[in-house]
C-alpha cells in the first residue's frame, strides 16, 4: 500500500507554544488529506479535512485558529497547534487517499 | 446521523478465529473499512469493503456485509499473538470521503 509519514514522531513542549506537526505522503498525491486526533484508549476524532490549495474544513467543536492546517503541496499537509496547553496533550494522526485510505504513524504531542 | 459501534474487548485462544463485529448506521456509506492499531503506532489498513458487497476474503481475513442490518464483521482464522491489538471499524460517510471511526475492539490473543 501507499506510505504517509509524520514528522515529528513525538513532541514535547511547553504551555503556550506552537508546534508544527507534517504529514507526507511519499508515494502519492493527496488533493485531500484528514487530521485526527486520538486520546489514550479512545477512538479517532476528525479535526478537519485538509485541501490542497484551498482552505481546511474544520469539524464541530475543532477551533480552526488554534490548529491551523496548511497544504501548500500535493505531498504535504501540516498542522500547527498554537498557543499549546496541557489538554491539547494527544495522539495526532494524518491519512491520505480516496478509496483507500492511508494513515501516517501519528505524532505523540505533550504539553507540559 | 453517523455512527459507528463495536465491541470493546474480544479474547481468543491461539489458533482458533476471531469475529469482530461493528454496526454502523448511515445506509448511503459507501466503504467500510477494518483498520489494525497496535501499541503507540498508527492505523494499518487491513482490508476494505465496498457497499454493494456481501463478503471479501483476503488471506486470513474474512470481511462480511449485511447491509440490510447494517452490520460488518471481520474474522481472523488461525489468530496468532500477533494478532493482538486494536481494531477499528470505520465507514466512508456518503457523499464524503471521510471516515467514522468505531471505539475499536481489543483482541487478546492467549495460548
Known amino acids: 500500500g501507499a506510505v504517509v509519514s509524520q514528522h515529528p514522531s513525538w513532541v514535547i513542549c511547553k504551555s503556550g507554544t506552537s508546534v508544527k506537526i507534517e504529514c507526507r505522503s511519499l508515494?502519492?498525491?493527496?488533493?485531500?488529506m484528514f487530521w485526527y486526533r486520538q486520546f489514550p484508549k479512545q477512538s479517532l476524532m476528525l479535526m478537519a479535512t485538509?485541501?490542497?490549495?484551498?482552505?481546511?474544513?474544520?469539524e464541530q467543536g475543532v477551533e480552526k485558529d488554534k490548529f491551523l492546517i496548511n497544504h501548500a503541496s500535493l505531498t504535504l499537509s501540516t498542522l500547527t497547534v498554537t498557543s499549546a496547553h496541557p489538554e491539547d496533550s494527544s495522539f495526532y494522526i494524518c491519512?491520505?487517499?480516496?478509496?483507500?485510505?492511508?494513515f501516517g504513524p501519528g505524532t505523540r504531542l505533550t504539553v507540559l | 446521523g453517523e455512527d459507528v459501534e463495536q465491541s470493546l474487548f474480544l479474547s481468543v485462544r491461539e489458533g482458533d478465529s476471531s469475529v469482530i463485529n461493528c454496526t454502523y448506521t448511515d445506509s448511503s456509506s459507501t466503504y467500510l473499512y477494518w483498520y489494525k492499531q497496535e501499541p503507540g503506532a498508527g492505523l494499518q489498513l487491513l482490508t476494505y469493503?465496498?457497499?454493494?458487497?456481501d463478503m471479501k476474503q483476503d488471506q486470513r481475513l474474512t470481511v462480511l456485509l449485511n447491509k440490510k442490518d447494517k452490520h460488518l464483521s471481520l474474522r481472523i482464522a488461525d489468530t496468532q499473538t500477533g494478532d493482538s491489538a486494536i481494531y477499528f471499524c470505520?465507514?466512508?460517510?456518503?457523499?464524503?470521503?471521510?471516515?467514522?471511526f468505531g471505539a475499536g475492539t481489543r483482541l487478546a490473543v492467549h495460548p
Open positions: 485538509s485541501n490542497e490549495g484551498s482552505k481546511a474544513t474544520y
Open positions: 491519512s491520505a487517499g480516496w478509496d483507500e485510505q492511508f
Open positions: 469493503i465496498f457497499s454493494n458487497m
Open positions: 508515494d502519492f498525491q493527496a488533493t485531500t
Open positions: 470505520a465507514e466512508r460517510a456518503g457523499g464524503y470521503n471521510k471516515l467514522i
